[in-house]
């Protein structure tokens, strides 16, 4: 049964005007218990109202991410530029490094050029002073065999 047709009812079949009172102050408390006070209902302003705060909120809140953002991004590519500055002098380092070691390499190979020469020219005169012996001991042999 509907509140309203409830309280008609018992209106009806109230005789006296203290009676009616008394069903209508019941019928207020049971319709107050049944809904909220209407100061804590939003209403479709209130709701506007908030929608329109959270939207400047949302804003902000994207501003300063996009603020953060860009200071996070200049100080990424600061520190790039830092950590290419120094592999470009570790690398300029070894490539000195690297021409130090083949200036080496480059002149101990000539060393051994050399002593390699040295060696062949000294066994080359072995060679031909042994063929010089060799030679003379033929020579030898034949004007001692000889004819």
Do not use: C, N
């Not at 005007?17 to 207020?28: H, K, L, Y």
């Not at 500055?85 to 190979?109: F, N, P």
């Not at 066994?123 to 012996?133: D, Y």
């Amino acid at each position: 049964m509907s509140a309203a047709f409830d309280l008609y009812t018992k209106l009806k079949h109230t005789s006296s005007d203290e009676e009616r009172a008394e069903v209508i102050a019941q019928a207020f408390d049971a319709l107050e218990a049944r809904f909220p006070q209407l100061t804590d209902l939003a209403t479709q302003g209130h709701v506007r109202e908030a929608e329109l705060r959270l939207q400047k909120e949302i804003k902000e809140v994207e501003a300063r991410l996009q603020k953060e953002i860009k200071e996070v991004e200049a100080r990424l590519q600061k520190d790039i530029k830092e950590v290419e500055a120094r592999l470009q002098k570790d690398i300029k380092a070894l490539e000195l490094q690297i021409k130090e070691v083949d200036a080496r390499l480059q002149e101990r190979i000539s060393q051994l050029e050399v002593s390699l020469h040295q060696a062949l020219a000294a066994q080359t005169r072995w060679l031909i002073g042994g063929l010089a012996i060799l030679g003379v001991v033929l020579k030898l042999a034949d004007v001692l065999i000889g004819p």
